[in-house]
């Protein structure tokens, strides 16, 4: 059965924390994903990895760092939270195949809150 | 930049009753994902739409891409609490695997 896991459900952290949220994914997928669910806004791409120790911005990259130092691993790095980072951090994994269509498989989400 | 608008972004309805969900876009998609998301979990895929004008069902849902591939509709008939959740379009350029997703519908179904 395919699985992403996340290392935390909930998180609070205080202002000026450095936060580092994981992700392992089960799948030997290429691709790895980081977004944010904010209410009203949907989910917003942070960056994402085509591969190892590639990584590139998504939509939404300021404050946020990334790592991925093996294939199964994306990590998520807050270095150093704010109030405005507080939300529902979503990680997800899916292969990549050129010109085809492919399923993102999705952990159960990290509820940051930033004190 | 791409946008995905969804709407509504709540729905409240009576069990049995019938809805639609729609996902607009002034761009045109490689194709279109509808997802549903239950509290505490992360989102899941129920169904891919590529053609233009392609219809899907999955049980009492009814997926439709349209002709021009920038809008989809997502149909549920005889609506169950069962069905309960946030719903979420998302679009798919052949840029690499990125998804853009439209806001989402939470939808509520009351016994």
């Known amino acids: 059965d395919v699985k992403v896991t996340q290392s935390s459900r909930y998180l609070v952290k205080r202002t000026g924390e450095k936060v580092f949220l994981e992700c392992v994914q089960d799948?030997?997928?290429?691709?790895m994903f980081w977004y944010r669910q904010d209410p009203g806004l949907g989910l917003r791409l942070i960056y994402f990895?085509?591969?190892?120790?590639?990584?590139e911005k998504g939509d939404i990259p300021e404050g946020y760092s990334v790592s991925r130092e093996k294939k199964e691993r994306f990590s998520l790095i807050l270095e150093s939270a704010s109030t405005n980072q507080t939300s529902m951090y979503l990680c997800?994994?899916?292969?990549?195949?050129?010109?085809?269509?492919?399923?993102?498989?999705f952990g159960p989400g990290t509820r940051l809150t930033v004190t | 930049t791409q946008l995905l608008e969804q709407s509504p972004q709540f729905l409240s309805i009576q069990e049995g009753e019938n809805l639609t969900v729609y996902c607009n876009s002034s761009?045109?998609?490689?194709?279109l994902q509808w997802y549903r998301q239950e509290p505490g979990e992360g989102p899941v895929l129920l169904v891919t739409?590529?053609?233009?004008?392609e219809v899907k069902k999955l049980k009492r849902l009814t997926f439709q891409f349209g002709d021009a591939r920038k809008d989809s509709s997502l149909h549920i008939t005889a609506a169950q609490p069962g069905d309960t959740g946030l719903y979420l379009c998302?679009?798919?350029?052949?840029?690499?695997?990125?998804?853009?997703f439209g806001q989402g519908t939470e939808l509520s179904v009351k016994p």
């Open positions: 799948m030997d997928h290429e691709n």
């Open positions: 997800a994994s899916s292969l990549w195949l050129p010109g085809l269509y492919y399923e993102q498989y």
């Open positions: 990895s085509y591969d190892v120790k590639m990584k």
């Open positions: 739409v590529v053609t233009g004008g």
């Open positions: 761009s045109v998609f490689s194709s």
């Open positions: 998302a679009g798919i350029w052949n840029q690499g695997g990125k998804l853009i």
